[in-house]
């Protein structure tokens, strides 16, 4: 907040006597402000550094008045009238405060931040350079393939999503007297509704494994696998054959991978074609 935002804020909260809590650098000015304001409305202006007190120093001594105690506040605190007090340097917690103790803005904004970067995904079909017609040849297909082993991580990422999600339910279901919250079945169903525009290889057995999860898993709510113990038990079943076929299948894989007869991936304009279709853009 600037400092000419602050003095307007200061004034409307005070019309409406509100406290506030005033957090900033050292010396860019805070007292200042607070005091200006005090001086346009023409009204006490206390300014009191709380780094310099006690709680005691605040709230006073303690006296006995009719067989009860009773606390007297300090003379230097108001009891009447209308003004602004001014507790400065509050955070400093009579010393304990620690600057060191706590990360700094720029570390708090590298690690919660958000950055958009938006990059062109290569195509060895839109290569300009002057190069041979071999050479040429050699780095599209560098670049097609690179392109590929980068979406082919990202598949391998939602096989294990998708097993992560299944295996939890599997997992939480099985056990007696667990308890489970909505998201048990919600985290399955969002990530089966959104699993065919993530799969941009186009990964048949994918998707076949998301419709088949969603007909059997998605069908009733976390509620109804509470009440129903019957349901519960059928549904574990169900997610435990689910995960079964889901290995059976990786397994599978994993050793055509090993004997160099895996099926051949999509290309690259296979891949934008796809990408494009959920994206509703043209493709060129």
């Given at each position: 907040m600037k400092p000419s935002q602050l003095y307007e804020a200061l004034h409307a909260l005070i019309s409406e006597r509100v406290p506030l809590h005033i957090w900033g650098a050292c010396g860019v000015g805070k007292s200042q402000i607070v005091a200006q304001v005090a001086a346009d409305r023409k009204c006490e202006f206390l300014d009191i550094r709380a780094v310099q007190?006690?709680?005691?120093?605040?709230?006073?001594?303690?006296?006995?008045?009719?067989?009860?105690?009773?606390w007297v506040p300090p003379k230097f605190l108001p009891l009447d009238g209308e003004g602004i007090l001014f507790l400065d340097e509050l955070?400093?917690?009579?010393?304990l405060f620690r600057e060191e103790d706590y990360p700094s803005t720029e570390k708090l904004r590298n690690k919660f931040g958000v950055r958009l970067e938006v990059l062109p995904i290569p195509s060895g079909n839109d290569f300009r350079v002057t190069l041979s017609e071999e050479e040429q040849a050699r780095v599209a297909r560098e670049i097609d393939e690179n392109v590929r082993q980068s979406l082919q991580k990202g598949t391998e990422d939602l096989w294990t999503r998708l097993k992560g999600v299944v295996a939890h339910m599997v997992e939480r279901l099985n056990e007696p007297g667990s308890r489970f919250h909505a998201s048990l079945v919600s985290n399955i169903c969002e990530l089966v509704d959104l699993l065919p525009r993530l799969n941009v290889n186009q990964d048949e057995e994918l998707n076949r494994f998301a419709g088949e999860i969603r007909d059997r898993l998605c069908g009733f709510t976390a509620r109804d696998l509470k009440k129903n113990e019957i349901l519960r038990a059928a549904t574990a079943n169900d997610a435990a054959e689910i995960l079964t076929e889901m290995d059976a299948v990786l397994r599978e894989r994993g050793q055509l991978a090993e004997s160099d007869s895996a099926a051949i991936p999509a290309s690259a304009d296979d891949i934008f074609a796809h990408m494009a279709a959920y994206m509703e853009a043209p493709v060129s």
């Open positions: 007190l006690d709680p005691v120093d605040l709230r006073g001594l303690p006296r006995i008045s009719a067989d009860r105690a009773e955070t400093e917690l009579n010393g």
